[in-house]
C-alpha cells in the first residue's frame, strides 16, 4: 500500500521563536493586529510503500525522531492519507 | 601530532583550519574528504565551518550521516581530541557527541565580527595553553549560534566544568548562558561557535586562537611522554 504522510514540525513550546516573532510584527505593521503569536515551522510530504496504516505509522515515527525533527528543541505531528496505487 | 581536517561538500573553512595548524604548529595535516570511512594514523580530528550539505533541514542534520563520521565518534570514544567550529559545532550536536543545539541568532541576523570570550577552564587539551578567566578575542561568522540545552543539561555542564568558553562582554546571539563553547563529558569534544582559525595572525586581527593549536600540541606532548 502507497502511504502519504503530511508531517508538521515546530519548535517546542519552551523554545524561543524570532523568526516567528519578526512575521507577528510585520503582520502587526499590515494591521493584522489581531494575530498575537506565530510560530514558524517547516512541513514535509513523504511518500512511502507500507503493509497497513500501522506499519507506516510506526516508519514515518522513526524517521522523524532519527532525522527529520530534532527532538532537543522540536516536536512534530503527522497524518497518513492512503493513495491510490 | 598529524591532524585531519573533514572537508564535506559546503565546507569552506576547512583550508583556513589547516593554514592555521601550518603557521601555529608547523604540524602535518591533511584534508580528508567527508566519504572516508577511517581517521586511523590522526590524532586530532577537526570539523571544520562551512555549510555542509547546504544545511538543508537543520545545519548539521545530512552531515552527520557522512561515512567519515562513524570515524569521527570512533575517534572520539578513543578519548582522542575532535574539535567542531562553527558548522562543525552543529554537527557534533546533530550527531550526538555534543549535548544540547544550536538555535538560530536572537538577532536573525548573521553576525560576523570579532567577539570577547572568556576561557571558563583549562582542565582540557584545547585551552591548557590559555591562563583561566583570560579574555580573548576571536572572530564569529554565523546565523546560527545560540547555544541551547534544556535547563537540566545546562546545570550538568555546569557541574562538570564543560563550559569552556562564554561569551564576555555582548552575546551575539542569545545562546544559554553566554556560551560559546563546551567540551563533552570525557573533555576530549570541543565544540565553539567562534573561529580560532582565522586569529593566527595580526594580519587577521587577532592572534588570540593560536593557543589553541599550541594546547593540542601541548597535551599531545604530555600523552607521549607520560603514556595515555
Request: charge should be negative.
Given at each position: 500500500?502507497?502511504?502519504?504522510?503530511?508531517?508538521?514540525?515546530?519548535?517546542?513550546?519552551?523554545?524561543?521563536?524570532?523568526?516567528?516573532?519578526?512575521?507577528?510584527?510585520?503582520?502587526?505593521?499590515?494591521?493584522?493586529?489581531?494575530?498575537?503569536?506565530?510560530?514558524?515551522?517547516?512541513?514535509?510530504?513523504?511518500?512511502?510503500?507500507?503493509?497497513?496504516?500501522?506499519?507506516?505509522?510506526?516508519?514515518?515515527?522513526?524517521?522523524?525522531?532519527?532525522?527529520?525533527?530534532?527532538?532537543?528543541?522540536?516536536?512534530?505531528?503527522?497524518?497518513?492519507?492512503?493513495?491510490?496505487? | 601530532?598529524?591532524?585531519?581536517?573533514?572537508?564535506?561538500?559546503?565546507?569552506?573553512?576547512?583550508?583556513?583550519?589547516?593554514?592555521?595548524?601550518?603557521?601555529?604548529?608547523?604540524?602535518?595535516?591533511?584534508?580528508?574528504?567527508?566519504?572516508?570511512?577511517?581517521?586511523?594514523?590522526?590524532d586530532v580530528v577537526i570539523i571544520p565551518g562551512g555549510f555542509a550539505y547546504?544545511?538543508?533541514?537543520?545545519?548539521?542534520?545530512?552531515?552527520?550521516?557522512?561515512?567519515?563520521?562513524?570515524?569521527?565518534?570512533?575517534?572520539?570514544?578513543?578519548?582522542?581530541?575532535?574539535?567542531?567550529?562553527?558548522?562543525?559545532?552543529q554537527i557534533l550536536t546533530e550527531a550526538g557527541l555534543l549535548p544540547g543545539?544550536?538555535?538560530?541568532?536572537?538577532?536573525?541576523?548573521?553576525?560576523?565580527?570579532?567577539?570577547?570570550?572568556?576561557?571558563?577552564?583549562?582542565?582540557?587539551?584545547?585551552?591548557c595553553a590559555y591562563q583561566e578567566g583570560q579574555v580573548i578575542r576571536l572572530?564569529?561568522?554565523?546565523?546560527?549560534?545560540?547555544?541551547?540545552?534544556?535547563?537540566?543539561?545546562?546545570?550538568?555542564?555546569?557541574?562538570?566544568?564543560?563550559?569552556?568558553?562564554?561569551?564576555?562582554?555582548?552575546?551575539?546571539?542569545?545562546?544559554?548562558?553566554?556560551?560559546?563553547?563546551?567540551?563533552?563529558?570525557?573533555?576530549?569534544?570541543?565544540?565553539?561557535?567562534?573561529?580560532?582559525?582565522?586569529?593566527?595572525?595580526?594580519?587577521?586581527?587577532?592572534?588570540?586562537?593560536?593557543?589553541?593549536?599550541?594546547?593540542?600540541?601541548?597535551?599531545?606532548?604530555?600523552?607521549?611522554?607520560?603514556?595515555?
Open positions: 500500500m502507497t502511504f502519504l504522510a503530511r508531517i508538521q514540525i515546530t519548535l517546542k513550546p519552551s523554545v524561543l521563536d524570532p523568526q516567528g516573532a519578526a512575521v507577528t510584527k510585520a503582520l502587526g505593521a499590515l494591521g493584522f493586529d489581531e494575530v498575537s503569536d506565530i510560530r514558524v515551522g517547516r512541513y514535509l510530504e513523504a511518500r512511502l510503500t507500507a503493509q497497513d496504516e500501522e506499519a507506516a505509522r510506526q516508519r514515518v515515527i522513526q524517521m522523524c525522531d532519527a532525522l527529520l525533527a530534532n527532538l532537543i528543541i522540536e516536536r512534530y505531528e503527522f497524518s497518513l492519507v492512503e493513495e491510490a496505487s | 601530532m598529524r591532524f585531519a581536517v573533514v572537508v564535506f561538500p559546503g565546507s569552506n573553512c576547512d583550508e583556513d583550519a589547516a593554514h592555521a595548524i601550518t603557521r601555529v604548529l608547523g604540524a602535518p595535516v591533511d584534508l580528508v574528504w567527508h566519504q572516508t570511512a577511517s581517521l586511523h594514523g590522526y547546504g544545511d538543508y533541514l537543520r545545519a548539521g542534520a545530512i552531515a552527520r550521516f557522512s561515512p567519515v563520521m562513524t570515524a569521527v565518534a570512533e575517534h572520539a570514544a578513543a578519548g582522542k581530541p575532535v574539535l567542531g567550529i562553527c558548522n562543525g559545532f543545539t544550536l538555535l538560530a541568532n536572537d538577532s536573525l541576523q548573521f553576525r560576523c565580527e570579532i567577539v570577547t570570550a572568556r576561557v571558563e577552564t583549562t582542565a582540557t587539551a584545547f585551552t572572530p564569529i561568522a554565523h546565523g546560527q549560534g545560540a547555544y541551547y540545552a534544556d535547563d537540566v543539561t545546562l546545570a550538568e555542564l555546569r557541574r562538570h566544568d564543560q563550559i569552556v568558553f562564554r561569551y564576555a562582554d555582548e552575546n551575539p546571539n542569545g545562546s544559554a548562558d553566554n556560551i560559546a563553547g563546551i567540551v563533552n563529558r570525557q573533555r576530549n569534544v570541543l565544540g565553539m561557535m567562534p573561529h580560532p582559525e582565522r586569529a593566527v595572525h595580526e594580519l587577521l586581527g587577532s592572534t588570540d586562537g593560536a593557543p589553541l593549536f599550541t594546547s593540542l600540541l601541548r597535551s599531545w606532548e604530555r600523552q607521549a611522554t607520560h603514556g595515555a
